[in-house]
């Protein structure tokens, strides 16, 4: 059963050159440019990115860190050092990698990341990230800036996007006093539309895989994710990501599948189980499961819109998937299903992520009475493999394959 | 002739079918260590029962937590409980089965087909072991549990989320001058209500056949029976259903 099925994709070696020069660089450049008032910033996934790029930030993500933790498998150890300082076991292992990684950063990778000297935090994602970046502040003492974004329910409404530009063109304000210098709206522009080319490649990309057999598989996906979040709004990015599309495209054109003799077609929700990459995801394309698509990384194929630039971040950030009601969130995962003709879904109800988790449950149950399209859900944790029972999951796996 | 290997986490079931499907023999005993030995042990056990070789077997199939161990055609228990009570009982819609780690509810569609299942996940509590814990603190054999429950018109409150925690629970409740007949009672509803969030993650519809070791506990039956508000169907022997279907499955794929 140890076959290799999984082709990785040619681009995977580039992407780990462009996040290892990513992490490199967020190191060693506040120490060099010291003198030219370099400032480190830490920033949510979920946050405007942009606007830190117009001022010429390369920001670090503790997210895309914790990921890295989590395929490296030390996020367990790392845990354990929040966990000993008394964060609960329930807590988000994102959160407590990167606690972790400032506590030990001896037995973190790269040792650590660099020391913030701000934080920028959105909570369109989750509630938990709040509380984390809150400590984070206190921990270096250094300011925190703070978007709010309404939890939507049905169509966000203009008075919600109004809320939410106002704060971005407040902290568009702070953060020229706090750089001491006025933000480049041209900057801005051009970084939006580096943004944007990037999320049309992106979304090119998954979309191959509405083909049969699909030339991608959602682990393809997920590997190559990391330049598409910790690079949003660069050439680096958009250029790598034309390199990725193309080889798809190749793929696709020699028509090569991602899975060998591919027989399911499944979609995936919720974030990947980071440590399972080749062992939980293998056992699926070993029984000719591939994922054609997923929520997760579809949550970077969506334009910024046309528009004043401070309401059209507002309008994308605040509409996201995560701040969505249970209804979008349904007929997000059916039109998936509809679109790429999958025959399953699987959601990882990660113990981690709440916000993601609480309503697979409901969409489950609703997706199977309305179509009948068989889905399960396994309990896991995105990094934290200690919630995570192997034999359990693919115990669960295979009876979910050969109901199929 | 057929054979179907349940490798349990508890228990170890062998059961052998005829070409026309017929029941010919079966035997179990627990797993212990080494389960492939206990397989291979009961296979020669069921064969000696019909004074028959290895020779006449045209195919195996192993299931359970154990399958891995057996070389050869494997299925998911699930699916072979399915196909095991979809030929007992053809008009069967829902199966519950508790076992030794695993308790798991299954809608059936027809001729066995899987159309939904849950399970117990990461936690044990309200399986078989969680029952087998518990009989050890009432220092009782497992079938006591439920004769002893039958007894009391109350019961005590047992917490249905943890087996460790649990026990302390039977212990305080003892000490605290609860009678063993009401604990009893309390463990079997504490495993009641466990299944039954597993069972609403699915829908309950009748008819409902309830397998696995814990079925041949009358005192859970009844509080599974109460708590669901349906007639549980019960086999003959509820613990060889999933190997029955291991051999039904080596049939049809030989």
């Given amino acids: 059963m140890a076959k290799k099925i999984f082709k990785p994709l040619k681009a995977s070696e580039k992407m780990n050159k462009i996040l290892k020069n990513h992490y490199l660089k967020a190191k060693y450049l506040p120490a060099l440019g010291k003198f030219f008032g370099y400032k480190t910033a830490w920033i949510t996934s979920g946050a405007p990115v942009e606007l830190l790029r117009a001022f010429g930030i390369e920001p670090v993500y503790p997210e895309n860190y914790g990921a890295i933790c989590g395929a490296r498998k030390v996020s367990p150890s790392l845990c354990q050092v929040a966990e000993n300082r008394g964060y609960s076991l329930d807590l988000c292992s994102y959160a407590k990698s990167n606690l972790g990684s400032i506590w030990n950063p001896k037995e973190s990778p790269f040792n650590g990341l660099p020391r913030p000297d701000l934080l920028v935090v959105c909570n369109n994602i989750c509630g938990t990230v709040l509380k984390w970046y809150e400590t984070l502040s206190r921990e270096f003492n250094i300011p925190l800036f703070i978007i709010d974004t309404p939890f939507i329910t049905g169509e966000p409404q203009p008075w919600q996007i109004q809320y939410v530009a106002k704060q971005i063109e407040k902290l568009a304000i702070e953060l020229e006093k706090f750089f001491r210098k006025k933000l480049d709206l041209n900057r801005l522009e051009k970084v939006i539309l580096l943004a944007n080319e990037t999320v049309d490649l992106w979304k090119g990309i998954r979309n191959f895989a509405k083909n049969k057999p699909s030339p991608v598989n959602v682990t393809d996906l997920f590997i190559n994710l990391g330049p598409m979040v910790v690079l949003r709004g660069t050439e680096v990015a958009r250029d790598f990501y034309e390199e990725v599309y193309r080889e798809v495209e190749e793929r696709y054109k020699a028509g090569i599948p991602a899975v060998e003799g591919e027989k399911y077609r499944l979609v995936w929700d919720n974030i990947p189980i980071w440590y399972g990459l080749y062992r939980f995801y293998g056992y699926f394309a070993e029984r000719g499961a591939v994922f054609v698509t997923d929520s997760y990384t579809g949550g970077w194929a969506v334009n910024i819109k046309k528009g004043p630039p401070f309401y059209a971040l507002a309008e994308t950030y605040t509409g996201v998937f995560l701040n969505r009601d249970l209804e979008f969130r349904k007929n997000q995962l059916q039109s998936f299903i509809e679109e790429f003709s999958a025959d399953g879904f699987v959601m990882h109800s990660n113990r981690s992520c709440k916000a993601y988790s609480f309503v697979q449950e409901e969409i489950r149950r609703q997706i199977m009475r309305s179509s009948g399209v068989p889905g399960l859900i396994v309990d896991a944790d995105m990094t934290d493999s200690r919630l995570y029972s192997e034999e359990t999951v693919l115990n669960r796996v295979q009876a979910f394959l050969e109901s199929l | ?254």
């Fill in chain 2, 1 to 254: 002739m057929y054979l179907g290997v349940d490798i349990g986490s508890l228990t170890t079931k062998v059961v052998l079918i005829d070409r026309e499907k017929n029941l010919i023999a079966y035997s179990y005993s627990k797993t212990g260590p080494a389960g492939k030995e206990t397989a291979e042990r009961l296979i020669q056990e069921v064969l000696g029962k019909v004074d028959i070789s290895r020779d006449n077997i045209q195919g195996i199939v192993a299931t359970g937590y154990g399958r891995v161990l057996f070389s050869g055609k494997e299925f998911s228990e699930i699916t072979c409980q399915a196909r095991g009570i979809g030929h007992l009982y053809p008009e069967a819609k829902t199966i519950i089965d508790i076992g030794g780690q695993d308790s798991k509810v299954i809608s059936l569609g027809k001729n066995g087909r899987v159309l939904d299942f849950a399970m117990n996940d990461k936690c044990a509590a309200g399986t078989g072991r969680f029952l087998e814990v518990m009989s050890q603190a009432l220092e009782v054999s497992l079938e006591e549990i439920g004769l002893l429950a039958e007894k009391s018109q109350e019961a005590a409150k047992i917490s249905s989320v943890c087996t460790v925690f649990a026990e302390s629970e039977v212990i305080s409740n003892l000490s605290r001058g609860q009678s063993r007949e009401a604990v009893a009672r309390g463990i079997c509803e504490a495993v009641a209500a466990r299944t039954a969030i597993l069972a609403q993650k699915v829908g309950v519809v009748e008819p409902v056949v309830f397998t696995g070791g814990v079925a041949k506990n009358t005192g859970v039956v009844a509080a599974l029976e109460q708590k669901l508000g349906v007639k549980l169907i019960i086999p003959e022997d509820s613990t060889i259903t999933a190997a029955l279907g291991a051999a039904l499955l080596a049939a049809e794929n030989s």
